[in-house]
């Protein structure tokens, strides 16, 4: 026979809750509170099954090599160029092949492979900043609305629904048009972009455990609600948050290299693959390593990533089964 779960209740209601519950304590009661030690010890238990099913995962394994033989590249690759990225030579401009450089040189002259090593560094630091942007304010307003319930929370989601009505690429289009192709600019905007859809994970996997145990008995004991939030709430929702980490890390990824190409990015002669592959456009039959290369990278770049977010979601599921 199923039961039917506790409904949704807001933060006040639980905290009066509480109150009663902490008014009549008694050592019986005390006792009673032992298992949510226990159910709090299993979900780091979960934690470290989701670990042990990710890795054990051919895709997984995959995923993190190719990201991590690009992250190095992009990391350590420029201490071992010969020359700097805007190096520019005369003598061989536009040659797919030549005596100093694997590569070849692009229509001005400037070394392929040199500028393809430069140019990943700045888009993965660009990338993982607007991220980590959209992660924060996204799990902040999603945890937020979650707990706190009422009017609070209708007030955070439906503002949510009207900016995930705008298209991504549209929106930072308009900002980076009015505030110009700067790089704070282009981290902000694709990590405000980013927010309202890890809000809406954000709060439907803080509803699945706001009713636990281990919650009930810190409001039992009058926790800091931030502390609450963050200490409790938080570490138990990692896994939807680790996939739809993922999974922005690669929108950003392509949504930085877009923009450059659009000559709204990363502004010439910075080396970035997107604007790698605008600038080496016109000579693609003369020279194809100059477009070839950074294509390639990305293309790595985004199914490496994508494959670890896949391995981190199936891993979650996997070990959500087996509790259930």
Request: aromatic letters at 6%; a neutral charge.
């Amino acid at each position: 026979m199923t039961t039917t779960p506790p409904p949704h209740t807001g933060a006040a209601d639980r905290d009066s809750s509480a109150v009663e519950q902490r008014a009549d304590l008694d050592p019986t009661t005390t006792a009673s509170v032992a298992p949510s030690l226990a159910t709090k010890d299993a979900h780091t238990g979960q934690r470290n099954t989701v670990l042990t099913r990710f890795w054990a995962q051919k895709q997984a394994k995959i995923g993190v090599i190719i990201t991590a033989a690009v992250v190095l590249l992009a990391f350590l690759g420029p201490l071992f160029v010969p020359w700097a990225t805007g190096y520019t030579t005369t003598e061989f401009v536009a040659r797919p092949f030549q005596p100093d450089g694997i590569a070849g040189s692009d229509n001005l002259g400037r070394d392929v492979f040199t500028r393809f090593i430069g140019g990943g560094l700045t888009l993965l630091l660009y990338a993982l900043l607007a991220t980590l942007i959209g992660l924060v304010l996204g799990v902040l307003f999603g945890m937020t609305a979650a707990y706190t319930g009422g009017w609070l929370d209708s007030l955070i989601m439906r503002s949510n629904d009207v900016l995930l009505a705008i298209p991504q690429l549209v929106f930072a289009l308009l900002a980076i048009t009015v505030l110009g192709p700067r790089g704070w600019v282009l981290i902000t905007v694709i990590g405000i972009t980013h927010a309202p859809r890890i809000a809406r994970v954000a709060r439907s996997a803080t509803l699945g455990v706001i009713n636990e145990d281990y919650i009930r008995a810190a409001e039992m004991y009058a926790m800091p609600r931030l502390r609450l939030l963050t200490r409790e709430i938080m570490p138990n929702i990692t896994g939807p948050m680790a996939v739809e980490a993922g999974l922005r890390l690669t929108y950003s990824i392509g949504a930085i290299a877009s923009l450059s190409f659009l000559g709204l990015g990363m502004q010439p002669p910075t080396a970035d693959w997107g604007l790698m592959i605008n600038e080496n456009r016109i000579a693609l039959s003369v020279q194809p390593w100059g477009v070839l290369l950074p294509v390639a990278a990305i293309a790595l770049l985004t199914i490496g990533t994508n494959l670890i977010a896949d391995s981190i979601a199936r891993a979650s599921a996997s070990s959500n089964v087996g509790e259930q």
